[in-house]
């Protein structure tokens, strides 16, 4: 919705006119909706910045949010919605804080009166309309920005590289095996091999809840990239009902190690590497 020349003139002059019982106005209004959730201060920032966009686009001539000359009032629009998603404000919280200059201008308008008053607060009412759909619009995809973000530094939580001893390192892995986390699993996993040198690696599935032919796959491919590394891989966590399921589904591991529990694996790698280790005995009563 864009407004003419002549009422983008006259919603730039009504809001210029009372610059400062505007904005205190409109903060106001936004203020209740917030629960102090935000600073004074800070909330009366945001609507000048607003303020200031509107006006300055308007006094331009045609106020349209997709023409070039309201760059400056879609970067303020922007810029509100990606602080508010970021503080954790709720899509609803930030859009009545445009919505809100509804208020306002019925407010002025119903004041300053004139032949085109009904039709210049219809008019500014959808430009206000159209200001709190994109501000939505932002904010939603800060909103899933944020997400993607967070999601990726989970699975770079839920996918840690120890280092058990010299030259073995560990890949203890807990939960579903997804591709993407399989992804996230074999960069780690190398990149740890490149940054130690270690010429063994264990991956531990004891926290799988369960494996199928799509989890083998992935485990499959994490083997073999790292045997391109130069490592040998062992494979431990294979609990009762896993092997009987590996049997069912006819998984082939080929000549890759497999151990029921990774103190076994360790034990089994620090055999290969000449380190002599031993069962620790029950103590017996004297």
């Known amino acids: 919705m864009a407004l003419s020349t002549e009422e983008s003139g006259r919603l730039a002059e009504l809001l210029s006119g009372q610059a400062d019982r505007v904005t205190s106005r409109w903060t106001e209004i936004v203020t209740s909706s917030l629960r102090g959730r935000l600073s004074q201060a800070e909330l009366r920032r ?3 910045d607003l303020h200031s966009a509107i006006v300055t686009t308007g006094e331009q001539g045609v106020i349209d949010l997709s023409a070039d000359n309201a ?7 922007s810029e509100l919605s990606r602080g508010r998603a970021r503080q954790g404000f709720s899509a609803t919280e930030t859009t009545v804080s445009v919505f809100a ?4 201008l019925a407010e002025l308008v119903q004041e300053t009166g004139g032949a085109n008053a009904l ?16 501000t939505f619009e932002s904010f939603v995809r800060t909103r899933e920005s944020l997400i993607a973000d967070q999601a990726e530094q ?17 890949v203890p892995l807990v939960g579903t095996l997804d591709s993407a ?21 264990i991956i531990d599935i004891t926290g799988v809840p369960a494996v199928d032919t799509q989890v083998a796959q992935h485990i499959l491919k994490t083997v073999v ?34 151990k029921a529990s990774l103190a076994d694996a360790l034990r089994h790698v620090l055999r290969l590497t000449g380190v002599e280790t031993a069962r620790r005995q029950p103590r017996r009563g004297v």
Do not use: H
């Open 101 to 104: 200059l509804k208020d306002v």
């Open 46 to 48: 945001q609507v000048q």
């Open 71 to 77: 760059a400056e009032l879609r970067a303020a629009l």
């Open 181 to 201: 986390r399989a992804q996230v699993v074999m960069e780690r996993l190398l990149q740890t091999l490149v940054d130690t040198g270690s010429p063994y690696a």
């Open 225 to 258: 990239a790292a045997r391109l590394m130069g490592a040998d891989c062992i494979i431990s966590g294979i609990r009762p009902q896993i092997a009987q399921t590996i049997v069912a589904l006819g998984i082939e591991f080929g000549d890759i190690a497999t």
């Open 119 to 134: 039709n210049d607060y219809v008019a500014f009412s959808k430009l206000v309309d159209e200001m709190g759909l994109f």
């Open 154 to 170: 989970l699975l770079e939580l839920s996918t840690p590289v120890v280092k058990l001893w010299e030259g073995v390192v560990a």
